[in-house]
């Protein structure tokens, strides 16, 4: 009569181990996949985002940040908004640029959604660049390095208040890990340069200067094959890319750095497109491309 008892005991215990892992791991978690955290979200003129589209009309632009699953590891690319942004904006968003540059609340951070999912540690954060709405959360992750370009990490030294960009409350003190990204693994999807993150051609960066001098991409092939490339602001909508333009004029002077070298990285991306089946690209902002790949802890894979 023990013995009975005793199997279901331990048989129990081998189950609520099992979900315990799973759970950890995230609903049927990919071998190599990734998950969007929408940590926040403002509703912008349609115009703004789409060429061609209505200025009367609304749609939603998302703060999110990427959470790339390789095996084993787990990498953030971009951290959205975190914790701190409510006083980050108060400290370095010039009042006159309000108008422009908002988010709803509530905000829950990367970090938050992270922590309560029971995720095993970050390896890293990874930035496309150092602005104000991909860099919020990057004093949420003290113990892990935070990865970026060269020419970013100038930016990130040089940062200053008073402009929507990269901001001293959110990239300055002695608490980062900065990790400069050597791109040394060759071309790669006809991009010069990249770094393929686990030699194995599943996670690659790419330099994509124009909205900063040091913005990078990231490919991601999952387990089913599918290519998804994400391009941080280099467009703010898929439909941008498509059209092969560059962003709304007005839009355009206040956030890309160069705006020729934007453009041509926005072409480079659409021939990509056009010659790569199958390839999804995902700009930062994009709630349109977002909402139908689907939140954590939803996997795509
Ligand atoms: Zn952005």
């Not at 979900?19 to 791991?25: G, H, N, P, W, Y």
């Not at 909205?211 to 994400?230: E, Q």
Request: a neutral charge; proline letters at 6%.
């Amino acid at each position: 009569m023990f013995r009975p008892v005793l199997a279901k005991l331990l048989l129990a215990l081998a189950l609520s181990n099992s979900v315990a892992t799973s759970l950890a791991a995230g609903s049927s978690a990919p071998d190599v996949g990734f998950a969007i955290i929408k940590t926040s979200q403002v509703a912008v003129r349609e115009g703004m985002l789409v060429p061609g589209g209505s200025f009367l009309k609304q749609i939603n632009s998302n703060f999110s940040a990427f959470l790339i699953k390789h095996r084993q590891d787990y990498l953030l690319f971009d951290t959205g908004m975190g914790r701190q942004i409510d006083s980050q904006y108060q400290q370095d968003m010039p009042m006159w640029l309000r108008l422009f540059f908002k988010y709803d609340h509530p905000v829950v951070s990367a970090r938050e959604q992270l922590d309560k999912a029971g995720l095993p540690p970050l390896r890293r954060v990874i930035l496309s660049h150092s602005h104000w709405d991909h860099a919020s959360g990057v004093l949420d992750f003290p113990e892990v390095k935070i990865g970026v370009s060269a020419p970013e990490k100038d930016a990130i030294d040089h940062a200053r208040s008073g402009a929507a960009t990269t901001w001293p409350s959110q990239v300055t003190g002695a608490a980062v890990q900065w990790e400069i990204l050597d791109f040394k693994s060759g071309p790669y999807k006809g991009y010069a340069q990249s770094l393929d993150l686990y030699q194995d051609g599943t996670v690659v960066l790419v330099p994509m200067p124009g909205h900063t001098p040091g913005s990078i991409g990231l490919f991601v092939t999952v387990d089913s094959g599918a290519v998804y490339f994400f391009i941080g602001d280099v467009a703010w909508t898929q439909d941008a890319v498509l059209a092969g333009a560059p962003k709304f004029w007005a839009a355009e002077l206040l956030v890309d750095k160069n705006t020729s070298q934007t453009l041509a990285s926005v072409t480079q991306v659409r021939t990509l497109q056009q010659i790569a089946s199958g390839l999804v690209v995902v700009p930062a902002h994009d709630s349109k491309v977002q909402d139908a790949l689907g939140y954590f802890p939803n996997w795509v894979k």
